[in-house]
């Protein structure tokens, strides 16, 4: 299938969850994040804040998880065609951009170019760990700029249908956490 296609299904999928639904799979899916990675203090996190009118994947208990253990927190800014990274803390004043998505209010990119885990949010992954996000390359991008990091997806839904149209600029994913499993696409 299409990634037009899949981005519409899946689109469609995610609103027909519940809030109730919403919430209790994104505590799964951190649970199993969480017993499956070995999280450790000092290491270094980004994580995307989950948008609600989009009907994301919920971050905010495991942003709180981080800082509870002294991971390190870094956030995504929209800067032109862009990602920064941005160190966030506890006290970190947030503001929604015209996009409304959540965002830290400072402009300043840590010029952090490794993360032991960057997770992704995205509204598909097939079985080879392309994925389909809302169509503008931000994450493709930005997983071209670090080094080394893992890059995990977290989603609602398993993997079903292979993307027919990923090309070269795509950069698939090392793992997809989903609510009731792990999927690793060669990564060990």
Same mark, same amino acid.
């Given at each position: 299938?299409?990634?037009?296609?899949?981005?519409?299904?899946?689109?469609?999928?995610? %609103?027909?969850?519940?809030?109730?639904? +919403? @919430?209790?799979?994104?505590?799964?899916?951190? /649970?199993?994040? *969480? =017993?499956? #990675?070995?999280?450790?203090?000092?290491?270094?996190?980004?994580?995307?804040?989950?948008?609600?009118?989009?009907?994301?994947?919920?971050?905010?208990?495991?942003?709180?998880?981080?800082?509870?253990?002294?991971?390190?927190?870094?956030?995504? %800014?929209?800067?032109?065609?862009?990602? +920064? @990274?941005?160190?966030?803390?506890?006290?970190? /004043?947030?503001? *929604? =951009?015209? #996009?409304?998505?959540?965002?830290?209010?400072?402009?300043?990119?840590?010029?952090?170019?490794?993360?032991?885990?960057?997770?992704?949010?995205?509204?598909?992954?097939?079985?080879?760990?392309?994925?389909?996000?809302?169509?503008?390359?931000?994450?493709?991008?930005?997983?071209?700029?670090?080094?080394?990091?893992?890059?995990?997806?977290?989603?609602?839904?398993?993997?079903?249908?292979?993307?027919?149209?990923?090309?070269?600029?795509?950069?698939?994913?090392?793992?997809?956490?989903?609510?009731?499993?792990?999927?690793?696409?060669?990564?060990?």
């Amino acid at each position: 299938m299409t990634k037009t296609a899949l981005r519409k299904i899946y689109r469609e999928k995610r %609103k027909a969850l519940s809030l109730n639904e +919403i @919430s209790q799979f994104s505590e799964r899916i951190f /649970e199993n994040f *969480i =017993n499956c #990675f070995d999280l450790k203090d000092s290491q270094k996190i980004h994580i995307f804040l989950s948008v609600s009118k989009l009907r994301e994947v919920k971050t905010k208990s495991f942003i709180d998880y981080c800082f509870q253990r002294n991971i390190r927190v870094f956030v995504p %800014k929209m800067m032109g065609d862009s990602l +920064i @990274s941005v160190e966030i803390f506890p006290e970190t /004043e947030l503001e *929604i =951009n015209s #996009f409304g998505i959540s965002e830290p209010r400072t402009n300043a990119d840590s010029g952090e170019k490794f993360f032991d885990y960057i997770i992704t949010p995205l509204l598909y992954c097939d079985e080879f760990g392309n994925r389909v996000g809302y169509g503008k390359g931000f994450y493709d991008r930005l997983f071209t700029q670090v080094e080394n990091s893992l890059k995990v997806g977290v989603n609602f839904f398993p993997p079903d249908e292979i993307i027919e149209n990923a090309d070269k600029h795509d950069v698939p994913l090392d793992y997809l956490v989903t609510p009731d499993e792990v999927f690793s696409f060669g990564t060990l």
